[in-house]
């Protein structure tokens, strides 16, 4: 199993420019999320789709849209880039297994760096 | 979700055990205590979690006062890939769950 994979995992956008970061899972979760990190930050949660045709807001979503476009794949979009959308961006997915507790044990990807100037 | 507190660095020696703390004293009966680390420019790894007992994997044991009111994380035999990032997390298990990430705990394993 790849677990979560991300692409691309380096980008560099100019101001203004569009762009869509992909993610996939290839463990059956039904839960999936997009994180951003700053520099020494922590993580901070955009958006998540708790489930297959849904969708929903996380601490920062301003500027960005999702899709979850099947159980295994879940799109970020940045739609106007600005600098402040610098970042590391992570992609993750939990699911249940059988145990509520572990909807929590979120399966990190690899990240993707963006850049933009 | 409950607040968590951690002290922002440690260091420890190679081989000793590393014993990483976290405050959780408005922890809820239904919330679990989540372990999550992460080394440098990788994304986080789940460690372990727990309800009220102690709890051991492969990677670490999971230590919870029984007023719940605070854990210790133990690696106990720690190794210089163990620099990492330490994040406790305080969360309900429920589907679509947002985990919250604090600042955590720098730990810097030294030979």
């Known amino acids: 199993n790849a677990g979560v994979t991300q692409t691309p995992k380096f980008q560099v956008l100019k101001t203004g420019q569009s762009m869509t970061l992909q993610c996939a899972q290839d463990m059956n979760h039904n839960s999936m999320y997009w994180y951003r990190q700053d520099p020494g930050m922590g993580l901070r949660l955009i958006y998540y789709s708790a489930s297959e045709g849904t969708t929903d807001k996380g601490e920062v979503p301003n500027g960005y849209n999702v899709s979850r476009l099947n159980k295994r794949e879940f799109s970020l979009r940045l739609e106007s880039a600005a600098p402040s959308q610098t970042s590391v961006y992570f992609c993750?997915?939990?699911?249940?297994?059988?145990?509520?507790?572990?909807?929590?044990?979120?399966?990190f990807g690899p990240g993707t760096r963006l850049t933009v100037l | 979700d409950a607040k968590t507190t951690q002290p922002p660095s440690m260091d420890c020696a190679e081989g000793r055990a590393a014993n990483l703390p976290c405050n959780h004293s408005t922890i809820s009966g239904n919330e679990y205590v989540y372990w999550y680390r992460q080394i440098h420019s990788q994304g986080p790894q789940y460690i372990i979690h727990?309800?009220?007992n102690n709890e051991t994997n492969e990677m670490a044991s999971l230590i919870i006062t029984e007023d719940r009111k605070s854990s210790t994380l133990i690696l106990p035999h720690a190794t210089l890939r163990d620099t990492a990032v330490y994040y406790c997390?305080?969360?309900?298990?429920?589907?679509?769950?947002?985990?919250?990430f604090g600042q955590g705990t720098e730990l810097s394993v030294k030979p």
């Open positions: 997390i305080v969360r309900v298990g429920f589907e679509g769950g947002k985990l919250i």
């Open positions: 993750a997915s939990s699911g249940s297994l059988g145990d509520a507790s572990r909807y929590n044990e979120q399966f």
């Open positions: 727990g309800l009220k």
